[in-house]
């Protein structure tokens, strides 16, 4: 890994690092400039959202029954805009889009592609709270103009690339190609993302839990046993929950933590969406040396068979997400 000094941009970073990296393009390079664009754009939107009349929701739902926050629809937007004309992609997957969406005929395809959730988190908007972008990019292998959902209803480990980026008091973009874990910080002024948080590593293990616990009565009962077990105050744990995956798991990439999601009896297969929710923390959380379950089985090797597909999900520390695993196989 090439040495990086104080002040390196994004643009910088990605092109040094891609010349090391076998098979990279440049068209990569120009995908992720997009992505960054659109980070930048959300970021400007959401300091301005209660000025600017975005606060609240439209009053239409989603694919998914939630009701559609005004900055959901312009994060999709904005995403969908900052990468159909740059020749990047050949579909794009969305959570706020029924079906797959493709390059309109005006526009160059590309090579990749790109599964969004372009604004997590929303239920928490109007509280300042922290929300984010997260995505996860894949090479196609169909050969038509469009992408197919064979080059997206893949394996985890066939990732090329996956990041978020999280709108909070700051806005950073966290990105790995699988080998090491990267954060830029927005610097506002300038408009420039610039390497902040350089190869982050999770320690083999956390004493902190983020998850819904108004929901432990519905868990499987040895989860709730486990729970009761590291309330001893003796092991010193403490608990974290903002409700918007995004920001928990940010803040437990860069402190350390266990974020859980089990089934619960509203959500059987739990609450998360593979595609673009558990599949591209796992890629990151794994970059950087911890581990991700969707209560037994590794959530990278699991092949959804639709875009949409949800999956508990339990990822962190590699040893809180073990011995998590140990306590369900018991
Ligand atoms: P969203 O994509 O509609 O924002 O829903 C997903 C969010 C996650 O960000 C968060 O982890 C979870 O829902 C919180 O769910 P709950 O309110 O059940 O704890
Ligand atoms: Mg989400």
Redesign the pocket.
Known sequence: MAHFEEGTTLDRFLLETMHAHPGATGSFVNLLKQVALAGKLCSARVQRAGLAGMFGATGSMNIQG?FVQKLDIYANETFKRALEHAGVVCMVVS?EEDAPIFVPPAFEVGEYVFAM?PL????NIDTNASIGTIFAIHRRRSAGRDGTLADVLRPGTDLVAAGYIVYGAGTVLVLSTGKGVHGFTLDPSVGEFFLSHHDIQLAPRARSYSC?EAYAAQWDPRLQEWLRRVKEPSLGWSARYI????G?FHRNLVKGGLFM?PPTAKAKSG??RMLYEAVPLSFLVEAAGGSSIDGSRRILDKVPADIHERTPLFIGNRENVEEIAEVLRG
């Open positions: 939630e959570e959730d997590d988190g929303s239920s819904n409700g918007s995956l995004v928990d999601y609450k998360l």
